[in-house]
């Protein structure tokens, strides 16, 4: 494991509004700053009030301004819902105005539902554009040939790094065809995190973009200063989960005592699997719990995430986890 990194979903509480919610992740980033952490991400999700962050290249410059050091991007872009064209201007002023500090993570799903997905599109395609799509933009952030009749300014010549992000296999064998780096969902989709690493690193072409393979493993974390008050705070993000999954996306609830009570036993059952690639507890036990997800994936680099209903438990969270991959980075690499 060479680094440690958040994934923000800019979460949005009850009770609080987008307005708190982007204020709290600037403090969150700064506080990341400051921790250790490698990279800070915001994901592109819409008619989700839970989540800030639908408009990312715009919460991205937000983060950037807010820090001076850490890696910003976006974990990810959609790559369906946006003309490569204006994803390469919007990642080339970015990368312009904090130069060596910009990622961009690509997904191929559209990170909504149907019908929202066509009111972003407009007009949807039938066919799957996305590894064209990502040459395309790939060609937008190099430097461009004199007879090129379409270019991105800014963005032509910046170099922006693109990442494939995926939760299935097809992810994988496209950025081992194409040399890029790779993360995978494994804090919501954990099934073929094992497989998708394995087909990877075996199928893995050097390019100019990448000379070894590079995977991340996403993880869901939420650490306290005892297990129990975890446990307690990791419910909201349970019953968002939940409630996601059956057509009710809302805010991110309150922790609830005993989630079996207000969550149908099968609903419960497909979240815990959905969010198992996770740690939960005080630092010793999530050391122990991070520790093993390491041991078994050997990731080159592990985001974490996590959405807590109060912004000071999520600060102290994130804090924890700091300290504990801080500690766990040098056994990893040995």
Not at 211 to 226: L, N, S
Not at 323 to 333: C, G, K, Y
């Amino acid at each position: 494991m060479h680094h440690y990194s958040i994934l923000d979903l800019c979460p949005v509480p009850e009770g609080s509004t987008a307005s708190d919610a982007l204020r709290h992740t600037a403090e969150l980033a700064r506080l990341a700053e400051g921790a250790g952490y490698y990279r800070y991400w915001l994901a592109e999700h819409h008619n989700m009030p839970g989540i800030a962050s639908a408009a990312t290249a715009v919460v991205i410059g937000h983060v950037a301004a807010a820090t001076k050091t850490i890696r910003v991007g976006a974990g990810g872009i959609m790559l369906p819902n946006h003309a490569p064209l204006i994803v390469a201007e919007q990642f080339g002023t970015l990368a312009t105005l904090f130069p060596g500090r910009i990622d961009l993570g690509l997904g191929r799903a559209p990170g909504t539902d149907m019908a929202t997905a066509r009111a972003l599109r407009r007009h949807m395609a039938p066919e799957d554009s996305f590894p064209t799509d990502v040459m395309e933009l790939l060609g937008y952030f190099g430097d461009p040939a004199p007879d090129t009749s379409v270019r991105a300014f800014p963005g032509a010549g910046t170099h922006v790094p693109v990442w494939i992000l995926g939760s299935s296999l097809y992810g994988a064998q496209l950025a081992a065809y194409l040399g890029l780096p790779y993360a995978f969902a494994s804090h919501f989709a954990p099934t073929h995190l094992e497989e998708a690493f394995e087909i990877y690193r075996a199928s893995f072409r050097p390019s100019q973009w990448l000379a070894q393979p590079y995977a991340i493993m996403a993880v869901g974390v939420c650490a306290a200063e005892t297990d129990d008050q975890a446990r307690f705070l990791r419910t909201s993000q349970m019953l968002a989960f939940a409630r996601l999954r059956t057509g009710q996306p809302g805010k991110l609830p309150a922790p609830v005592a005993d989630i079996s009570a207000v969550v149908p036993a099968p609903i419960l059952a497909g979240v815990e699997q959905a969010l198992s690639c996770s740690a939960t507890g005080s630092a010793s036990t999530i050391r122990r719990q991070l520790g093993s997800l390491i041991d078994s994936f050997k990731p080159d680099e592990v985001l974490v995430t996590g959405m807590i209903h109060d912004h000071a438990a999520r600060m102290r969270s994130f804090q924890i986890t700091a300290e504990v991959l801080s500690d766990l980075r040098p056994r990893a690499a040995a």
